[in-house]
């Protein structure tokens, strides 16, 4: 059965103010969201897999929103996280501002259900109005709420 991407998200897994003004740095923060919850076996690892992907296929900033992510076995459901930048980090090779950084682990037997999520995302993210009220959210219980409402489920 496949996974409702509103069971994926928790207010636990948002940052509203990532400090970070480097990609890497950024990522490490929501990773570590992740695993002070007990999402990810070996955080130090994982971590590596994001940075490693991102190093030899870069993700695409699109409308100031990137998810940078890792298919691997450290992770036994798929993971997200989410952190806000409001003057944005640098990403990619055209280091284009991400605002809204989805980090996602992804465990190998579950590619069908990724491709879901990740397609569920971007479909959200791409409504402007969307990625506003995701821009002005106040708390992280608001932005999970505003997400599942967007999405639908």
Same mark, same amino acid.
């Given at each position: ?94 280091? &284009? ?11 190998? +037997?579950? #590619?069908? *259900?990724? !491709? @879901? ?10 409504? &402007? ?11 992280? +219980?608001? #932005?999970? *709420?505003? !997400? @599942? ?5």
């Amino acid at each position: 059965m496949p996974i409702a991407l509103s069971d994926l998200l928790s207010e636990k897994h948002v940052t509203l103010a990532v400090r970070s003004r480097k990609a890497a740095n950024a990522i490490r923060d929501i990773v570590q969201l992740l695993a002070e919850d007990g999402k990810i076996a070996k955080p130090d690892e994982f971590l590596e897999q994001v940075l490693a992907r991102e190093q030899a296929h870069p993700s695409l900033v699109e409308n100031g929103v990137v998810f940078p992510h890792a298919r691997t076995d450290l992770v036994s459901e798929i993971v997200v996280g989410l952190g806000r930048s409001l003057p944005g980090i640098p990403f990619g090779q055209a280091q &284009d501002r991400a605002h809204l950084i989805f980090v996602i682990g992804i465990p190998e +037997r579950l #590619v069908n *259900d990724y !491709l @879901v999520c990740i397609g569920t995302l971007v479909r959200v993210i791409r409504n &402007d109005a969307t990625r506003s009220d995701l821009m002005r959210a106040e708390t992280p +219980r608001q #932005v999970i *709420d505003l !997400l @599942v409402r967007a999405i639908g489920e």
